[in-house]
């Protein structure tokens, strides 16, 4: 069940995540990495968020990025061109390690503070994402698929399968994805 589910849940789980947060976002006072967000914001743009676009702007931009990226990987849909839109989040998500590590790492002894213990569970967020674009680069289809593709019985009988081919087993081949 692992195996044939297994991506799925990851898909579906890490959709939600997304989803969640970015709905939270579209709500003034109500996501607690608020301050966060703008803080990084501010200067990834160089200052530029809250000088040249007010800050709510750049806040409903990220919610509605996190909720197009919750979406896609909730549905399994498109996925294939919001990886890259996700790429670009999670760099976002992940930049305070560099850019504010005074503010993330100011617990005793240099402990992370709540905010960094928040950037740092996105790690996992970043490991899940490899795993579910690598899948997602092999895939024929717009989707991410749950399964290893099941081979085509059709091919099967119109040539000879060796028993040591991988084809045989119900995976397809590098080549043939």
Do not use: N
């Not at 959709?15 to 990834?44: C, N, Q, R, W």
């Amino acid at each position: 069940m692992a195996v044939r589910h297994g991506l799925t849940l990851l898909r579906i789980s890490m959709g939600l995540v997304f989803l969640g947060f970015g709905v939270l976002k579209f709500f003034p006072g109500v996501s607690p990495a608020e301050k966060l967000v703008e803080a990084t914001i501010h200067e990834l743009t160089g200052g530029a968020v809250p000088a040249l676009v007010p800050f709510s702007v750049a806040l409903a931009g990220t919610a509605a990025l996190e909720c197009v990226i919750g979406l896609s990987l909730v549905t399994g849909w498109w996925f294939h061109r919001v990886r890259y839109l996700l790429a670009l989040e999670l760099a976002g998500i992940l930049s305070p390690l560099a850019l504010l590590p005074s503010r993330l790492f100011s617990g005793p002894g240099h402990a992370p503070t709540l905010e960094g213990q928040y950037v740092l569970k996105d790690i996992v967020l970043l490991a899940a994402a490899i795993v579910l674009a690598t899948r997602a680069s092999t895939a024929d289809s717009s989707t991410v698929p749950a399964v290893p593709a099941q081979r085509d019985h059709r091919a099967a009988a119109a040539a000879p399968v060796r028993a040591t081919d991988p084809v045989a087993a119900g995976f397809r081949t590098t080549r043939e994805r």
